[in-house]
C-alpha cells in the first residue's frame, strides 16, 4: 500500500524493496512447509492443485479488474489490501518439523506433528514417535552442533553442480516464463483478451502434472516441459518472420501451447528444487534459486523489445534459452520414490550414479533409504 501512495523516487524504491521480500518469502517458505506436512504420495496433488487453481483465477480476473476500475491508483489498492490478510496465517501455520529436527530440536518437531494429527482427527501411534526419536538421536543430534549456511551448497563439487543446475533452470524458466505472459501484443487480438486465454492455461497445467509427474518422473517432466514450450516458442517465431500474411490464430494457438508448457514447467520446478536442497538450508536454498529467477526475469522486457530488431528475434531467443534449460535437467538427479537430503551431506550424494537419460518412467523405480544415504 506505501508503494502505491508513494510520491517521490527515494519512498517507492524502499517500499518495493520490502514488498519483494515479503512477496517472496511468504510464498517460498508456505510452499515449503505445506510439502513437508504432506504426505510423499499426495505432494503433487496437494501443491499442484491449490496454487493451479487460484493462481489461475487470479490471472484470469485481474486484467478485466483493471478495465472495470479504469484507474491504476484504485486497481493497484484493490488487488493490495488482500495481501493483509496473510498475516492471520501464521496464527495457524507450524514451524517445518524438518527443520526444527536438521536444528535438535525434536521434541517440538513431534509437538507440531501432533497439533497436525490433531487437526486431521488422527493420533500418532507411540511406536512412531519413539522410532523418530530413536533415529534423531543417532543420525541427527550429532550434527546439530553445526550451523548450516547457503554457502554451504557451493563448497562440495557434487552438491555445487546441483545447486547451480537449479539456479541456472530457475533464471531461464523465470526469465521466459515473464516474457511469455508478457508477450500479448502483435498476434491479432486485445492484449487483454490473449492475456486472460493464455493465463487460462496454468490450471490445465497443474492437472498434467497431477497426472504425470509421480509416473513420468519429476527430471522427464521439467526437461520434456521445457524443451516443448522452446519448440513451440521458436516456431510462433519462424511463423511470423516467414509467412506473408501471418494468421493470428495460428500465432495464437502456438503462444498458448508455449505458454501451457512453461507453465508445466515452472510449476513442476519449483517443487523440483524443494525437493533437492536439503532440509538443513532448504529455505536459504530455494529462496536464492528463486532469488535468482527473479533478478534473470529483468531482462524480459528487453529481450521482447528486440522485436523492434527483426519481429521473430524474441521468440527464437525465448526458444533457444528453454531448450538449453531442458538440457540442463537432464544432469539433476530424480527425486521421486525417494527419501530426500537431510544434511549438506546427503545432498553431496544424492543421486550418485544416475546417468542422465536414466528416467522413473523407463526403469523400475527404487526408493533410496535414509540408511543408503548415511552409508
Not at 493451479?52 to 476500475?69: D, Q, T
Amino acid at each position: 500500500m506505501v508503494t502505491v501512495y508513494s510520491t517521490d523516487p527515494t519512498c517507492f524504491v524502499m517500499s518495493r524493496f520490502v514488498a519483494g521480500c515479503a512477496t517472496d518469502t511468504n510464498f517460498v517458505m508456505m510452499y515449503i512447509i505445506v510439502m513437508e506436512y504432506i504426505r510423499p504420495k499426495m505432494r503433487t496433488f496437494g501443491l499442484n492443485l491449490t496454487i493451479g487453481l487460484f493462481y489461475c483465477l487470479g490471472c484470469m480476473a485481474v486484467p478485466w479488474v483493471a478495465v472495470a476500475l479504469g484507474n491504476w491508483w484504485l486497481f493497484l489498492s484493490v488487488i493490495s489490501l488482500p495481501n493483509l490478510l496473510i498475516i492471520s496465517f501464521y496464527l495457524y501455520v507450524p514451524e517445518s518439523a524438518q527443520w526444527l529436527i536438521s536444528k535438535g530440536r525434536t521434541s517440538k518437531a513431534i509437538e507440531c506433528f501432533k497439533e497436525i494429527a490433531r487437526y486431521n482427527r488422527r493420533t500418532i501411534p507411540a511406536k512412531a514417535i519413539d522410532s523418530l526419536k530413536d533415529y534423531c538421536e543417532k543420525h541427527v543430534d550429532a550434527l546439530t552442533g553445526k550451523h548450516e549456511n547457503l554457502l554451504g551448497l557451493l563448497k562440495t563439487p557434487k552438491l555445487r553442480k546441483k545447486t547451480l543446475i537449479l539456479i541456472f533452470k530457475s533464471m531461464v524458466m523465470t526469465l521466459c516464463y515473464d516474457a511469455i505472459s508478457r508477450n500479448v501484443n502483435g498476434l491479432g487480438y486485445s492484449p487483454f483478451v490473449v492475456f486472460t486465454i493464455t493465463s487460462s492455461t496454468i490450471f490445465p497445467a497443474c492437472i498434467f502434472i497431477l497426472a504425470t509427474q509421480d509416473r513420468v518422473g519429476r527430471k522427464a517432466l521439467a526437461s520434456g516441459a521445457l524443451f516443448v514450450s522452446g519448440l513451440f516458442t521458436i516456431s510462433s517465431g519462424i511463423f511470423q518472420a516467414f509467412m506473408e500474411k501471418p494468421v493470428p490464430i495460428i500465432i495464437l494457438s502456438l503462444a498458448i501451447i508455449a505458454r501451457l508448457s512453461v507453465n508445466i514447467a515452472y510449476n513442476s520446478g519449483a517443487q523440483y528444487a524443494v525437493e533437492l536442497i536439503p532440509v538443513v538450508v532448504r529455505g536459504q536454498g530455494v529462496s536464492a534459486i528463486h532469488v535468482a529467477g527473479y533478478a534473470a526475469s529483468f531482462f524480459s522486457p528487453q529481450i521482447l523489445l528486440l522485436s523492434n530488431l527483426w519481429i521473430p528475434l524474441p521468440d527464437v531467443i525465448l526458444g533457444v534459452l528453454l531448450i538449453l534449460g531442458a538440457a540442463a535437467c537432464l544432469f539433476l538427479p530424480e527425486t521421486l520414490d525417494k527419501v530426500l537430503p537431510l544434511t549438506l551431506e546427503d545432498g553431496e550424494i544424492f543421486g550418485e550414479n544416475e546417468g542422465i537419460f536414466e528416467f522413473s518412467c523407463c526403469g523400475k523405480s527404487r526408493t533410496m533409504s535414509r540408511a543408503d544415504l548415511i552409508e
